[in-house]
């Protein structure tokens, strides 16, 4: 009913760098959140402006449900502080491993869950889920924006040990022969894609279908336990946490019948971090200053970007044991995995696998993309390359 981009791109290779980008149309180079720390009480600062915040702005009323990871309770990062009128979900990257949580944020407080670790008597999936529905009927009459950042199909922890259920029920995969994991994993996706297919019935019941632009996409690659299973990457090498195309290649998916063609496919390169700019464009919002995404208003329309990106820039590891980073330069991708390994070099266009090193073939590529690896990066002080954080061990 849309179109769907072959060439889209996360912001990281991990869910909180991405969700940075996400929100305030800048690169993991230039980005707030560059890593997930988990004691870090926020990522966003009183400066950082979001696509709520654009959208509030222009008279759009902003809710949310799921994962945020951007700010903590009491923090100048958390959604209510962010443009968002309602939030429902995790505010804590952690506590978002737990599908049977004690308790969700909520707006400036909590919806209190006592004892749901041992009866699992509350899915928050589902929780989240219904309230973005009440979003939408509470919203119907006035412009409205929902980020849905639902955490199906991620891995649950701790408590929820992945070899037990994670979702109240693994049917229809319950007689598979499979791990319990791989269960999880197909029962959550089952799970995700109907109440996605509800939310679309919804907007259309709604009389909202015309008026409406749907996006689906994911944070990162696919997860890094399962990816045989269900061949969850395809043919792109690597999966999550990792720079190359399987773990920073997403699907976007795009809806809204009469701007949207329908059943297109397109291979127009897009980024997560073009997201502010091209939903301001289309609200009338004022795009704020200093970000590294261009408007794709055009691509959606099944055009071509009116502005293509000179380069596309990511890392991973920035306090961990070890500092990757990765530049698209047209169709070149340049890989280095730590600062003083070598280049790898890959041709997207005639190797979207990724399988042919070709670095020492086009020395001078390799120098054009080792000048936007330096040139990408704003030193951060909450993120100096080389410090390992709390729990990742000593460098």
Known sequence: EGIRFTQAYAGGAVCTPTRASLMTGK???????????????????EDDVTIAEVLSEAGYRCGGVGKWSLGDAGSVGRATNQGFATWLGYLNQDDAHYYFPEFLDENEGRLELPGNPKSREHYSHHLMFERALEFIRE??????????????????????????????????????????????YAAMVTMLDRDVGKIVQLIDDLGLKERTLIVFTSDNGAWGELPETFRSSGPLRGV???????????????????????????DEVITLWDMLPTLAELAGGKVPEGIDGHSVTEALRG??????????YWDYGHCRERYDQ????????????????????????SDPSETTDVAKKYPEVVKEIEKRMEMAVTPSEKYPVG?????????
């Open 27 to 45: 690169h993991n180079g230039h980005s707030p959140a560059r890593d997930n720390i988990p004691h870090y009480a926020t990522y966003l600062e």
């Open 139 to 184: 919203s119907k009459d006035g412009p409205f924006f929902l980020y849905g950042a639902f955490t199906l199909p991620h891995f649950s922890s701790g408590s929820e040990d992945p070899t037990r259920l994670t979702i109240p029920s693994d049917a229809p995969y319950s007689a598979e022969d499979w791990p319990q994991a791989a269960k999880n």
């Open 240 to 266: 999550k946490r990792d720079l190359y195309e399987g773990g920073i290649r997403v699907p976007f998916i795009a809806r809204q019948p009469g701007m949207i063609p329908v059943d297109q496919k397109s």
């Open 303 to 312: 055009g071509s970007v009116k502005v293509p990106h000179e380069y596309l």
């Open 326 to 349: 990765a530049v698209r330069l047209g169709s070149w991708k340049g890989i280095r995995l730590g600062t003083e390994s070598a280049m790898q070099l890959y041709d997207l266009e």
């Open 387 to 395: 410090w390992v954080y709390p729990g990742r061990g000593k460098k």
